[in-house]
């Protein structure tokens, strides 16, 4: 079953511009992690940001979690054609000790 | 540092048939992850060892799918006998260490298996 559900499905912007990807869930979480995947290839690992922290920031990609939402974000500022990709929620249910991803957000970046 | 190693990376093959996927994790990871992605969607975990032994296999389907994880180290899965609805990336991961996940996972370039 998918514990995240990422919104928008599918989006498509112009380089240059920032990207923003939601991600839902539904039950408690230790944390959460993003992950990207480059068509044809497996999953690279972006950040994980835990259950107590409500905002991280890696390079260009800045993470929030809204645990009374039950949410998180995803942003990609000063976006390029390389950051085409499909993005992944995974969030690790408390007590699971294992990720659960969610369906994607496939993210195009238009020259 | 060498990533995770799949092979094959592509497989075709007739529906009832047999097929093997392998794995090499990350030298040191003691976790290893299968993972079933079907196109348009998220993975999904098949089954997790910690070290040589199986954590979790809940959604396996223990009927077709078979996995091992010989010496802690290498691992294979295998479905016998393969359906439609197999068609799918097969990915495998490791993490390091025991079973927190606040351990990264990292992803090989997976197996894409189409069943005709």
């Known amino acids: 079953s998918q514990q995240g559900e990422e919104d928008p499905q599918a989006l498509s912007i112009q380089e240059g511009e920032n990207a923003t990807m939601n991600c839902s869930y539904k039950?408690?979480?230790?944390?959460l992690q993003w992950y990207r995947q480059n068509s044809g290839r497996g999953l690279v690992h972006l950040i994980l940001i835990r259950s107590n922290e409500r905002e991280k920031h890696s390079g260009r990609l800045r993470v929030t979690l809204d645990t009374s939402k039950k949410s998180s974000s995803l942003l990609i500022t000063a976006s390029r054609a390389a950051d085409t990709a499909s993005y992944f929620c995974?969030?690790?249910?408390?007590?699971?000790?294992?990720?659960?991803f969610g369906q994607g957000t496939r993210l195009t970046i238009n020259p | 540092e060498a990533g995770v190693a799949q092979s094959p990376r592509y497989k075709i093959i007739e529906k009832r048939q047999s097929v093997a996927f392998w794995c090499n994790p990350i030298s040191g990871h003691a976790t290893l992850y299968w993972y079933q992605q079907i196109l348009g969607q998220g993975p999904k975990l098949l089954i997790q060892f910690q070290n040589n032994g199986v954590v979790d296999d809940s959604q396996l389907p223990k009927d077709r799918f078979s996995a091992e994880r010989l010496k802690g180290v290498d691992s294979t899965l295998k479905i016998q006998p393969a359906k439609l609805e197999d068609s799918a990336v097969y990915l495998c991961?490791?993490?390091?260490?025991?079973?927190?996940?606040?351990?990264?996972?990292?992803f090989g370039p997976g197996t894409r298996l189409t069943v005709l």
């Open positions: 039950t408690s979480i230790n944390n």
């Open positions: 995974a969030t690790d249910r408390q007590g699971a000790q294992k990720l659960v």
């Open positions: 991961a490791s993490s390091f260490g025991g079973l927190s996940s606040y351990n990264e996972q990292f």
